[in-house]
């Protein structure tokens, strides 16, 4: 049976809600499926509190994934199999939604002054059940009220890094977000670490308190993924792999199922809840 370790449902920049995404799951017959919405665990939490937190056939792992930067390079940090009501978690995670209303918010005001007519309410409607709006939900309100013709152009145009309307946002350092993962009892691990654009400074990465790095992704080539199992072996850690599944029409894959890593890649990761035990 296949699995899949890293996913995004509404509560980040997905489009499915959680009960879609488990329904999915179940649809594509996966055996793990981890829950890795950006910067917070209401999604996870959410399926939890419903008593929807699955069944025999289907394991669901708590992921989060954090953005951060070092250099102009995007980093990002996987945590897994943490405590979700970790106090120390909770509060790092307000405080990052905190600073995303505030970045949220200066994104639509120069967007005004560039002329834009679109409003927090129209990014809102959109964004639906999600605590972190990011420029995902922006271009894709745009796009809706016809003011940019496709996702694409908007961040060509507009809200890449470079444009007019880029905010920076606050990250936390990687060695921050792997100690914050490691007191909540999870395990960090390095997300797509092609997507760092740089393997010297992903081999300093991993001297950091990681347990595993992401080897297997889609737009990984057979031997980038090859290149980073060795580097993972190097430094004893463990191999792990997902879709960053958004179901979204505009990234691969578009169909949860259509890439997966072998379940005793995941299965170190699971531990059921006391609840189901
Ligand atoms: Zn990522
Ligand atoms: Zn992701």
Redesign the pocket.
């Known amino acids: 049976m296949p699995s899949d370790l890293?996913t995004?449902t509404a509560f980040s920049d997905g489009r499915l809600t959680p009960e879609e995404l488990v329904a999915a799951a179940k649809a594509a017959g996966l055996s793990y499926l981890a829950i890795?919405d950006h910067d917070t665990v209401d999604g996870i939490k959410h399926l939890y509190e419903q008593g929807l937190y699955p069944s025999k056939t289907l394991h669901i792992i708590p992921g989060i994934?954090f953005s951060s930067e070092v250099d102009g390079h995007d980093v990002?940090i996987l945590g897994y199999d943490f405590d979700m009501y970790d106090q120390e978690l909770i509060d790092k995670v307000g405080e990052i939604a905190e600073s995303r209303w505030a970045r949220f918010s200066l994104m639509i005001e120069k967007l005004h002054e560039l002329g834009y007519n679109l409003t927090e309410t129209d990014v809102m409607q959109l964004a639906g059940a999600s605590r972190s709006i990011g420029r995902a939900h922006i271009a894709r309100a745009l796009v809706k009220k016809g003011l940019v013709p496709t996702v694409r152009e908007a961040f060509d145009r507009l809200l890449e890094h470079g444009q007019p309307v880029y905010v920076p946002h606050y990250r936390l350092p990687p060695a921050e977000a792997v100690a914050l993962i490691r007191k909540a009892g999870g395990v960090p691990v390095l997300?797509h670490p092609k997507k760092v654009r740089d393997d010297v400074l992903v081999e300093k990465l991993l001297e950091l308190d990681f347990g595993g790095v992401e080897v297997y992704y889609p737009t990984h080539e057979a031997a980038d993924t090859e290149r980073y199992i060795a580097m993972a072996k190097k430094h004893n850690l463990r191999l792990t792999g997902g879709s960053?599944f958004h179901a979204s029409p505009n990234r691969i894959p578009a169909q949860l199922g259509e890439f997966t890593i072998d379940d005793e890649l995941a299965a170190p990761f699971f531990h059921p809840p006391a609840s189901l035990t």
């Open positions: 890293h995004h890795t994934e990002h997300a960053d």
